[in-house]
Structures are given as structure tokens and as C-alpha cells.
């Protein structure tokens, strides 16, 4: 079974940067689709960003341009490295690994499907 472990959260004034990471483990990460999702307290987890095993990637059109994610297949790790913060980014971010999935697929996916594995989460809160 495949898990997750989230690093890098934290508190950030706005226009400043913040860099998350998750490292599977347990089995091999390449058949995964791995990225982020995020949610604020009331509303529904969504898909931020995903990156496949061969580097493709998809974004929500409200962090295209200030995030970019990454992924070292070595390392089993990906990176989502957040530039230009704003306000409405706090949330907790949750990595998140799909088997056999598209990068947007994986954005688009609704967080209550059963086939998601979750990491336990990392809280990111921007001042304004």
C-alpha cells in the first residue's frame, strides 16, 4: 500500500513563496499520479496540481504562473513550490496519489472517490 507523508507547510506573508513536498512510500510511486489538493474549512477538497511519472502536468487555473510541481521519480517524492502567494491560498494541502491517472484527471477527480490515496495533510496560511 502506498503512503504519504506532507513537509514544508506553514505561514507566509503575501507575494512571499512557500515549497511542499511528498514522499511516497511502501510500493513504488511510478504507476501513481501524484499532486495537491486543497480545501478550507466548509468547502470541498480540490484538485490544485498533478504531475504523472513522465513529467506531465495539470493546474487549476487559479495557480497557473505561481505554482509549479516537480517530481523525482528516485526520490518518490514530488515538490509543489508556491510563488507569488495570495490570501485565498490558505488551506490545508493534501498530497494525493491516483493509480493510472492523468495529470487531468487527477485535478478533476471529485475527493470523495475511493481510488485517491491521502497524505495526512499540511496547513499553509497566507497574511495579507
Known amino acids: 500500500q502506498l503512503q504519504l507523508q506532507e513537509s514544508g507547510g506553514g505561514s507566509v506573508q503575501a507575494g512571499g513563496s512557500l515549497r511542499l513536498a511528498c514522499t511516497a512510500s511502501?510500493?513504488?510511486?511510478?504507476?501513481?499520479?501524484m499532486g495537491w489538493f486543497r480545501q478550507i474549512p466548509g468547502k470541498e477538497r480540490m484538485g490544485v496540481a498533478a504531475?504523472?511519472?513522465?513529467?506531465?502536468?495539470n493546474y487549476a487555473d487559479s495557480v497557473k504562473g505561481r505554482f509549479t510541481i516537480s517530481r523525482d521519480n528516485d526520490k518518490n517524492t514530488i515538490y509543489l513550490e508556491m510563488n507569488n502567494m495570495k490570501y485565498e491560498d490558505t488551506a490545508m494541502y493534501y498530497c494525493?496519489?491516483?493509480?493510472?491517472?492523468?495529470?487531468?484527471?487527477?485535478?478533476?477527480?471529485?475527493?470523495?472517490?475511493?481510488?485517491?490515496?491521502w497524505g495526512q495533510g499540511t496547513q499553509v496560511t497566507v497574511s495579507s
Open positions: 504531475v504523472d511519472s513522465d513529467g506531465s502536468t
Open positions: 511502501g510500493v513504488s510511486a511510478n504507476a501513481y499520479c
Open positions: 494525493a496519489a491516483i493509480r493510472g491517472a492523468s495529470p487531468l484527471l487527477f485535478r478533476l477527480s471529485s475527493a470523495a472517490a475511493e481510488y485517491i490515496l
